[in-house]
Nanobody, 120 residues
Framework: VQLVESGGGLVQAGGSLRLSCAAS????????MGWYRQAPGKEREFVAS????????YYADSVKGRFTISRDNAKNTVALQMNSLKPEDTATYYC??????????????WGQGTQVTVSS
């Protein structure tokens, strides 16, 4: 699976951005998808995830109520709608695809990242 993020940019505090992640390769619909971010000098942290069917989503407390993750298995894409952005949301955002076969094999793929900068 290859992942390509897009949609990052510079936005003022309170504004919105929509990140997209396009996946190529087989069996996209069998992967749980997630968004992570990494700010300069900090470790990469979890932002949001959505299971393979789209039936469940999970969010970090810091973005709950402001960000929404969604997926379109027909188009092999996952999106992160980010509203009410804050300067502390500034980071490089990474798309992740994860699949645990249940037989001791885990497939874990990352995109190259897209920069989000929120000005105060």
């Amino acid at each position: 699976v290859q992942l390509v993020e897009s949609g990052g940019g510079l936005v003022q505090a309170g504004g919105s951005l929509r990140l997209s992640c396009a996946a190529s390769g087989r069996a996209f619909s069998s992967y749980d998808m997630g968004w992570y971010r990494q700010a300069p000098g900090k470790e990469r942290e979890f932002v949001a995830s959505i299971i393979w069917s789209g039936g469940s989503t999970y969010y970090a407390d810091s973005v709950k109520g402001r960000f929404t993750i969604s997926r379109d298995n027909a188009k092999n894409t996952v999106a992160l709608q980010m509203n009410s952005l804050k300067p502390e949301d500034t980071a490089t955002y990474y798309c992740n695809a994860l699949r645990d076969t249940g037989y001791g094999t885990t497939y874990d793929y990352w995109g190259q990242g897209t920069q989000v900068t929120v000005s105060s």
